[in-house]
């Protein structure tokens, strides 16, 4: 059920689906979500309305990622590479993508109708 938020410039304004795509390859291949369980939004800004660090281009990247709580630190860390390579083939210089994962835990997740998250069965593993 992750939520996910991709921050980037103006360079990918007309990549959006490509950017989605890599992301959800990456949650599916590493943290094991159904490929169906999608929720993705893309947020593109010109130079005038981000700051990204200093040296870094407008293809500075952040991928924000809200999740179940219980991965492992090893596959958070194979979902971290997934992603950093997955948008490195879209031109995405490797020191250029920022992943932060919020991890919530199931009860204050309102889902299904406003069922919470610890009440429901979600369909797939959350200890990988």
Do not use: H
Request: hydrophobic share 45%; net charge neutral; with cysteine.
């Amino acid at each position: 059920m992750p939520s996910v938020r991709i921050v980037t410039g103006e360079w990918a304004r007309d990549r959006c689906t490509e950017l989605i795509e890599a992301v959800q390859a990456a949650m599916v291949s590493t943290i094991k979500i159904p490929d169906w369980d999608r929720d993705i939004t893309v947020d593109v800004y010109d130079a005038t309305r981000r700051a990204v660090p200093t040296g870094k281009s407008d293809r500075f990247t952040r991928v924000e990622i809200k999740l179940f709580s219980g991965r492992s630190i090893e596959a958070k860390r194979a979902l971290y590479r997934a992603i950093v390579d997955n948008l490195a083939a879209l031109g995405v210089p490797e020191l250029e993508t920022k992943i932060i994962l919020v991890e919530v835990p199931t009860p204050n997740w309102g889902l299904r109708g406003g069922i919470a998250g610890s009440e429901i069965e979600i369909g797939f593993k959350l200890d990988v």
